[in-house]
T-cell receptor, first 114, second 113 residues
Framework: DGGITQSPKYLFRKEGQNVTLSCEQN?????MYWYRQDPGQGLRLIYY???????QKGDIAEGYSVSREKKESFPLTVTSAQKNPTAFYLC?????????????FGEGSRLTVL | GENVEQHPSTLSVQEGDSAVIKCTYS??????FPWYKQELGKGPQLIID?????GEKKDQRIAVTLNKTAKHFSLHITETQPEDSAVYFC????????????FGTGTRLTIIP
């Protein structure tokens, strides 16, 4: 089945550690996105990528980094510089970034900092 | 930038009744308004969307209405069923590009059997 796979589903991290969340899609979509979801808040955009080897900061990029070495993969690193990293992280993709249309989401990764 | 407010934050409805969720937006230039449904433990899924050149759109038991003058849009679910229980998010976007989407804070809808 085509879709977006995020891993791990749950992740625990000690303060001061970097952690990388995986996102893979087999939809052949050009655009990929990372969102952060906190209780009582809407989805907030962290980073997005239109094509391989290119990515742009979203609204809350500080303390995060990404790479897009392959069309199907868009990993997110939560660095120790992120002051409040405990959250639910969602990866998404769409056919084209220049066309506002359906976002396809993965099932999310829940990160807890101990 | 765009600001999207969503109400109510929680809603309980008897099975078979209708549910209405409302969103207001701040930027009059916004022209795309999707609604996403997020079931427990899953990512959001698009259920319906509307563009600013249309006032209403229906898909079976789901409908969305848009009032550009008042800058608000609403999701209507009729004949609610237990599987409609989920968190619903509205969003608004100006111009082209999903990176411009601003999401509401979500409504947790519970259908009471």
């Amino acid at each position: 089945d085509g879709g977006i796979t995020q891993s791990p589903k749950y992740l625990f991290r000690k303060e001061g550690q970097n952690v990388t969340l995986s996102c893979e899609q087999n939809l052949n979509h050009d655009a990929m996105y990372w969102y952060r979801q906190d209780p009582g808040q809407g989805l907030r955009l962290i980073y997005y990528s239109q094509i391989v080897n290119d990515f742009q900061k979203g609204d809350i990029a500080e303390g995060y980094s990404v790479s897009r070495e392959k069309k199907e993969s868009f990993p997110l690193t939560v660095t120790s510089a992120q002051k409040n990293p405990t959250a639910f992280y969602l990866c998404a993709s769409s056919i084209l970034i220049t066309n506002t249309g359906e976002l396809f989401f993965g099932e999310g990764s829940r990160l807890t900092v101990l | 930038g765009e600001n999207v407010e969503q109400h109510p934050s929680t809603l309980s409805v008897q099975e078979g009744d209708s549910a209405v969720i409302k969103c207001t937006y701040s930027d009059s230039a916004s022209n795309y308004f999707p609604w996403y449904k997020q079931e427990l433990g899953k990512g959001p899924q698009l259920i319906i969307d509307i563009r600013s050149n249309v006032g209403e759109k229906k898909d079976q038991r789901i409908a969305v209405t848009l009032n550009k003058t008042a800058k608000h849009f609403s999701l209507h679910i009729t004949e609610t069923q237990p599987e409609d229980s989920a968190v619903y998010f509205c969003a608004a976007s100006k111009g082209f590009g999903n990176e411009k989407l601003t999401f509401g804070t979500g409504t947790r809808l519970t259908i009471i059997p």
